[in-house]
Each structure stands twice: as C-alpha cells, then as structure tokens.
C-alpha cells in the first residue's frame, strides 16, 4: 500500500511545482515587472487574506489595477492592442492584467469579469464578443465599483461608461480624399468602390469624403461614380472591371472596404494599370502587402491596433481618478495622442481615436504579419 | 469449482476507505486551496468564492447524467449542442411574444426530446457506437439553432428571468440549491435504485445484462432522454447568466463535461466509478480555474495545465494495476 500512498504523494507534488511554475508565468505575461512585485508579496498578505477588501481599493499608495479583456488569444490584431493597452497604463503608473479567453465566446468573458472583479481591479476594459450578453456581469462590476469602458467592439450603452471607437468617420473620409488627391497630382476622375449600398460605416465615410471634395483645392477632381461590391470578392472585381470600362479616363479609385481593396488591387495588377489607376481606401495590411510592395497601391489606411488601446488605457485611467465619467463634451489628454473629446454614440457616448493609420511601402512588411 | 461470489456490498474496510479515488480528488481541492490562497490574496473570501461556484457550476447540471452514460460505455457529446438549440428555441420563442414561462418549459421539452432522440438512434442502430451517434446529433442541432438565429443573438429577457444565474437565497446561490438537489437525485438513482444496478450491469457487461433479462434499451433510452433533459436545465442557467443567447453558446461544453467525469474516476470503458467523484471533480476544476483566473495565468497556460491533470486522472489508475496486479485475488 505504500506504492499507492507513494503515487498520490507523487501526484501532489507534481501539482504543486505546475501551480508553482504557472503563477510564475501568469505573472510575467500579466504585466511585466510591477505585477511581479504585486503577487510576490501576496503570500505574506495572505495570512490576513480574510480581510481582503483592505489594500488595493482605496487608493492610498496602492497601484490601480487596469484590466483589458479581448475577444480571444492568438489573435494578433488583439495582442497589439494590449500591448498599446499596456504601455499607457505603464505611462500612468498603474498595473495592466491583460486577458482573454481561449474561446471567442460571451460565456468565457463573463467568467474573467468575475475573476476580476473578485481582484477588485479599478477598471475593465473590453473588446466584447457580444454586445448585449455581458450586461449582468458588467453591470455586477460597475455596481462593485468597478470602471468599465469597451474598446474595438462595443458592448450596449447600459453596460459601459464609454466606447473607445477605432477612429472618427469624419477623418477616415477627408483623409481617403486628401490621399488620393495626392497620388492623383490633384486633378482627374475618381470613383469610389463601397461595399453594399446600405451599410452604414461606408454611408457615413462617402458623406465625409464628398463634403471633403467640396473644398475649393478639390476643383479639378470629379466623383464619376459610388459602386457597389457588396463586400463579395466577385462582385467587386467585376464592379472594378466595369468602372475600368465605363471610365476610360478614371485617374483614382478609393475603395473603403477591405474586401472592396483587395478586389480592386488584384483587377488593377491583372490588367497592368499600375501607375495609370490609383488605388486606395482601407484594407487589411496582411491582404494588401503585395500590391502595396508592387506599387499598385501606393499606401491605405486602417486604424492602429496598438493607438485603440494605448487610448483606452488613458480613458480607463480618466475614468478611475475621475476626471472623466463619461459624459458628452468630457476631454481627455491621452499621452502621445493628445486630447480626445467625448461625444454621444446612440444612448451611449464614445471617444474617437481621431486618424487613420497610413500603410505604405516603408511599414507594410512589418505590419502584414500583424493583421 | 466452487462458483465465485461476487458480493452485493463491498465489505468496508479501513482500507478500502482509505483508498478510495475520492480521497485523492479530496485532497487535490485541498491542495488547489491551499496554493490559491497563497497565491492570491482574494481567493479565500466567501463572497468570491461563492460567485466563482455561481460561474462554473452550470454544466455541472450535465455532468450527473453523463456520469451514467460514461459507466454504461457509451458517450455523449452532443450534450453542448442541445444546451445551445434549446437555449436559442427559449430566446427565439421569447422574442416572438412567447410568455417567458411557456418559452422556458419549451426550453425543457426541446432538450428533453433531443436527448431521446439520441437515445433512439442508438438503440435502433446497434452497428454504430454512440461516440458516432451524438457526433452526427451535435452537428444536426447546432446546425438547427444556427438556422434559427442566423448568427444573431436573441434576448432581452424580463428582470426576473436573471435571477437564475445572478441571484442569491439568503446567502446562497440560487444555482447551487437547484444543483445540490439534482445531485442528490442522481445519486440515489444512480446508488440506491435497481435502475442504478443495471447500468453499472450494461457497463460490465451489455451482452450478458440483456441475457439476464435488463432491458438495456430502454434503460439507455431513459439515461440518454436524461441527458438530454439536464442539457436543457443547464440552458436555462447559462442563457439567465448571458442575458442573451446566441448559437454558438456553450461552445466546447461537451469537452469540458467529459473531463469533469473522467476525472471524477468513472472510467470510459464503463462499469467503474461513483457519482461523488464526479461531483467532487466539477468542484476541483471549478475552483482550480478560477485560482488560476485570480492571478491571470493565461488562457492556453490554463488548458494545458487542465489537459495534464485529466492525463493524470487516466493513467494514476493504469498504474495502480501495474504495480499491483494482485488486486483481484
């Protein structure tokens, strides 16, 4: 019977060198050096662990814990996001938790919000993967004191204080027309390749953009035509190959959809217009690496993964000293982006990041295997 | 020969008390609390810990029936898939105008009719084995439930509707009174009923139990329509928790019951194993991932470590026989 005593003790230690060694590594991936120096001392704080609602909460020399939940791991897009997440909570002098579950599901985030605020953190921040299922559980942690903002993918109004959108619609659609004015010398035909003809985002994108093109310095260029690809890759070949036919003279397409682009990219290769049509818009810089290496694509925009949460962590840290609630006309200066204004979105109220980011020849490698 | 008796009751021993599985699963929660104390300052604090039961304890529901289907050798996993097609019928109907209370009885009756529906096709197709069977009903209703929603979510329930899965009686929470009463239930059925003996029987042995005269097919009809029935319950749980329901809700369950059992000592060739095991290893996993949750270990760290301890539970009893093949004499 010794043998057998003698395999459950050998089960016990294994255990305990596995929970031993992944606190260790939870540690380093939870926030670097100053979560390190949080947990190590935990164990002699947790002789008096009973008393647990003592030390971080109420502020004293405490560092404030920042949590940010993202949809799922081994999702790139995601990680560059903590990490600017991270960055501007180090800035900010707090701790990060950075989190997500192994399943893009609502279920698993409810189960890290509870987590989290079992840790009494000073402020959630999420990307949700549904926008109405974690409002019992991110209400619970608003009620226990908690911030609570969603970033990228929003949650409803009643579950937030505020949204970090990924960028303003005004700038992405002014910015699209500066760009192709400048690849198309500020003068010739242009036509816009959108994704179906009601989807909202792209609507209020073209709005924008046709409110740019009435800036006097815009006199020489004319929108021929807004065609639609319906975010089909099929679709939006052919609606590029009849735009191509239609308007022999087309100078510029801006196609602000990245299947729209991507379509746009591959037509404009096939045919050898590279240099006579100019393309650009918003793709994804993994899609577009080739034809923005070849040229055919000069450079596109999309938001910087890494600014969405760099910002949110500098809202989260507004809204936990209180300088920020949330309301309309709030403004906050967030580091190296300088200040952001809060504005109604809905019932809800958001905060944009503001420019687009620009991918060209210079940064495309870096970032294709990014997103 | 003298023919050989195989006792009705086991006689108690010190021993044998001793050495019981159970103890080891007891033991390893101890050892579980002892390091997520140490860990993390917030681990021991009844409100916490009371919460954390709240967030796993919903498959627990599934676990009780699958236990007696793991000891009859069979399988089921399309128990995630009946959790999502009548979670989504419940939110579906909700939302047409269907009263909450008719909505949820139907959420029972979807679940209950799914789970017979599995057990028919098993007992009407002897050739294929259940593994096969519930891998064909688990595409099928998650296939019906992502035609019923289409990839929306659906829910907007009424405020009572969240007590469910967010609510406390006095001190305790309401999931765990509902579940503490299913577990008894499934114990006495499974211990202290002849319908109990026979599945252990059918485990053994299907073959020589249908001889005997255990009418094995319907008995696994009942187990399987049972499965299907606390798949249902564990909708209800997990829908009041979201808020909303969407298809691919409860994704990965199925898994994630199958290992609470296994390791809860009932062995998948069937016939060994106790309901306790069981019961102690939802706890074990529960509490265990919610320690590792507490000090941020990430989301793959976490399975791997899960993923260790389930081969633990498969091999510690494989080398018990090795080292003491005498255990039969």
Not at chain 1, 101 to 129: H, Y
Not at chain 1, 301 to 320: E, F, K, Q, R, T
Not at chain 1, 329 to 353: F, R, S, W, Y
Not at chain 2, 233 to 249: D, K
């Amino acid at each position: 019977m010794k043998k057998k005593h003698g395999v459950i003790g050998l089960i016990a230690v294994m255990m305990l060198t596995l929970l031993a060694a992944c606190g260790k590594s939870g540690n380093s991936e939870g926030g670097a050096s100053p979560s390190q120096a949080a947990v190590s001392e935990s164990p002699s704080a947790s002789a008096s662990a009973s008393s647990s609602e003592s030390p971080s909460g109420n502020g004293g020399g405490a560092k404030k814990k920042f949590a940010i939940i993202f949809k799922n791991t081994g999702n790139p897009y995601g990680e560059k996001m903590m990490e600017g997440f991270k960055k501007a909570i180090e800035e900010v002098g707090g701790e990060a938790i950075l989190k997500a579950p192994d399943q893009p599901t609502a279920e698993a985030q409810i189960q890290m919000i509870e987590e989290l605020i079992s840790q009494k953190v000073d402020s959630i921040a999420i990307a949700a993967n549904d926008p109405d299922a974690l409002q019992p559980a991110l209400e619970k942690a608003m009620n226990a004191g908690i911030k609570v903002l969603s970033l990228d993918s929003a949650v409803n109004a009643a579950s937030r204080l505020v949204h970090v959108n990924q960028a303003d619609p005004e700038r992405i659609g002014r910015t699209l027309i500066q760009g192709v004015s400048e690849m198309i010398g500020g003068e010739g035909e242009i036509a816009i390749l959108s994704a179906t003809s009601q989807a909202t985002n792209q609507n209020t994108w073209i709005e924008w953009m046709k409110k740019e093109l009435e800036d006097p310095k815009y006199s020489k260029i004319k929108l021929v035509k807004v065609a639609y690809g319906d975010d089909l890759r099929d679709k939006s070949v052919s609606e590029t190959e009849a735009l191509l036919k239609s308007y022999p003279n087309l100078k510029g397409i801006i196609a602000p959809t990245t299947v729209g682009i991507a379509a746009a990219g591959k037509v404009l290769t096939d045919k050898g217009l590279k240099g006579k049509v100019q393309l650009t818009g918003l793709g994804l810089p993994s899609e577009m690496a080739e034809y923005i290496e070849s040229g055919v694509c000069q450079w596109m925009y999309l938001w910087n993964p890494i600014d969405v949460g760099y910002l949110s962590g500098y809202v989260a840290d507004g809204l936990v000293k209180g300088t920020l609630t949330g309301k309309v006309g709030e403004k906050i200066t967030a580091g190296t982006l300088g200040e952001k204004v809060v504005v109604q979105d809905g019932d809800g109220t958001q905060i944009m990041l503001g420019d687009p980011f620009k991918f060209d020849a210079s940064n495309i490698t870096e970032w294709k295997s990014v997103y | 020969m003298e023919p050989r008796v195989i006792p009705n009751k086991q006689e108690w021993s010190w021993r044998g008390f001793v050495l019981q599985w159970e103890w080891l699963l007891v033991v390893l929660i101890l050892i579980v609390f002892a390091l997520n104390a140490s860990l993390s300052e917030f681990f021991l604090d009844y409100g916490n810990l009371r919460d954390a039961t709240m967030g796993f304890l919903d498959k627990a529901f599934i676990v009780l029936p699958m236990v007696f289907i793991i000891l009859m050798g069979d399988i089921d996993i399309s128990v995630a898939s009946i959790v999502a097609l009548s979670s989504v019928t419940m939110a579906d109907l909700y939302s047409h105008g269907m009263p909450m209370e008719w909505a949820m009885m139907v959420c029972l009756a979807v679940g209950t009719a799914c789970g017979w529906i599995n057990g028919m096709l098993i007992v009407k197709f002897k050739e294929l084995s259940s593994v096969i069977v519930t891998l064909a009903t688990m595409i099928i209703y998650r296939g019906i439930a992502y035609i019923l929603l289409e990839d929306q979510a659906a829910g907007k329930f009424p405020k009572w509707f969240k007590f469910l899965g967010w609510d406390y009686v006095g001190n305790i929470p309401f999931i765990l009174l509902v579940f503490a009463v299913f577990a008894v239930a499934f114990g006495w059925l499974l211990h202290k009923t002849a319908f109990g003996r026979k599945v252990y029987a059918i485990g053994n042995n299907a073959t020589a139990s249908r001889y005997s005269g255990v009418e094995v097919d319907r008995i696994k009809v009942v187990v399987f329509t049972l499965a299907g029935f606390m798949s249902a319950v564990t909708a209800l749980f997990l829908t009041a928790r979201m808020g909303s329901s969407r298809p691919n809700i409860a994704t990965g369950y199925e898994l994630e019951v199958i290992a609470m059992v296994v390791l809860g000592g009932v062995s998948t060739a069937g016939g060994k194993g106790r309901m306790i095991g069981a019961i102690l290893a939802v706890f074990l996993i529960g509490y265990l991932r919610y320690g590792l949750g507490l000090i941020n270990v990430s989301a793959q760290s976490l399975l791997i470590i899960l993923g260790l301890l389930l081969i633990f539970a498969v091999a510690i009893p494989r080398l018990k026989l090795l080292r003491s093949p005498v255990r039969k004499a």
